[in-house]
């Protein structure tokens, strides 16, 4: 049996390192314009929510009028849409900006997963809460 010596595949370009998080940050920008052209406000404009139309409102219910409203720089509005979508928001610009800078520098982070499990542990449970909240009479203010 003869060894057979495989060279290893040449590092990435910078140029190819950032095709994923420029595509999904142009993405999601082609989104948030659309999202404040075409207004969420008025029923129907962007179709129906199947969990709304049964009239409970899920965690994301009430998302896209808080985006529309935050492209107004109506923050009251937008919290009053969805608080979480508003405050995720933030959260996300900053994971995708960090994600972009790490691909620029060609770094590469390794989180296992008993050092993030914590967090989305409690996100999930924020959004148990949030799910119940807004569907029941304490938490009514919370609906969109």
Known sequence: MTAVFVQPA???TRGRRMV?????IGALSL????????DPHESGSW??????????????CGGLRAVND???????AALSSNIVVTVLIPVAVAF???????RWRGHQRQLSWSRYKPVV????TVLVIFTVMRNTGPGAWLAP
């Open 96 to 102: 995708l900006a960090l994600w972009a800078v790490d």
């Open 10 to 12: 040449p590092p990435a």
């Open 20 to 24: 994923a998080p420029l595509t999904t």
């Open 121 to 124: 542990y409690a996100l999930v």
């Open 47 to 60: 179709g129906y929510c199947p969990s709304g139309a049964m009239g409970i409102y899920c965690p994301g």
């Open 31 to 38: 989104a948030t314009l659309a999202l404040r052209l075409r």
């Open 70 to 76: 935050l492209t107004h720089g109506d923050l009251g």
